[in-house]
């Protein structure tokens, strides 16, 4: 049987901290599906096509990595797609707390689903989408926090 994780997230926009756990990720299970979240009750800067077609640009065709959107219930997907992990990226000891009971509902709903943390490396510990979002919006150099196509992309949503 391969084994399949979902990763999922906002991913407004990808940045070098999620392509690092993806990168870690395909060491360790045979599929990832990164899936991104299709939530209409979050505000987003890029809408989940923009987010699908950078994550595609960025991480090139990986026969290992599929790039989804999924709306609803996450455990529900996960086993839709006959997966059996839920991926996510840890940083900071800010991300452990929402993380464990994130893992702990879905775990609650779904007993045999586990989720299963990767940390990235240490350079990317401080990076988030929303700050990434902040800096370029203020006309700041995003660069060393994400790939090139995804800086165009800011910059674009961001002239001048
Ligand atoms: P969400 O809105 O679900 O938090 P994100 O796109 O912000 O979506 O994050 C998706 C996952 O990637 C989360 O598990 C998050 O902790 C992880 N992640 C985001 N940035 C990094 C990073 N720089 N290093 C490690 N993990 C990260």
């Known amino acids: 049987m391969p084994k399949i994780a979902v990763y999922p997230g906002s991913f407004d926009p990808v940045t070098n901290g ?3 756990i993806l990168h870690r990720a395909v060491q360790v299970f045979h599929k990832v599906v ?5 939530n209409v009750n979050k505000r ?3 809408s989940p096509a923009e987010r699908v077609a950078l994550l595609r640009e ?4 990986d026969p290992r990595i599929e ?3 999924f ?3 996450l455990v529900d997907y996960v ?3 006959g997966a059996t992990s839920v991926l996510r990226g840890l940083r900071a000891l800010a991300d452990f707390e929402y993380e464990f009971q994130l893992a702990v509902m879905n775990r609650r709903l779904a007993p045999a689903v586990d989720t299963v943390f990767l940390m990235t490396d240490e350079r990317y510990f401080y990076i988030s989408s929303s700050l990434v979002r902040e800096v370029a919006a203020l006309g700041g150099d995003v660069s060393q926090f994400v790939p090139a196509a995804v800086e165009r992309a800011l910059r674009a949503k961001h002239p001048g």
Not at 34 to 38: F, K, L, N, T
Not at 58 to 61: A, I, K, Q, Y
């Open 18 to 20: 999620h392509v690092d």
């Open 34 to 38: 990164v899936a991104v979240a299709d």
């Open 79 to 81: 086993q839709r797609r």
């Open 67 to 69: 790039v989804d959107t």
């Open 44 to 46: 987003c800067l890029f």
């Open 58 to 61: 960025v991480l090139g065709d």
């Open 71 to 73: 709306s609803g219930l």
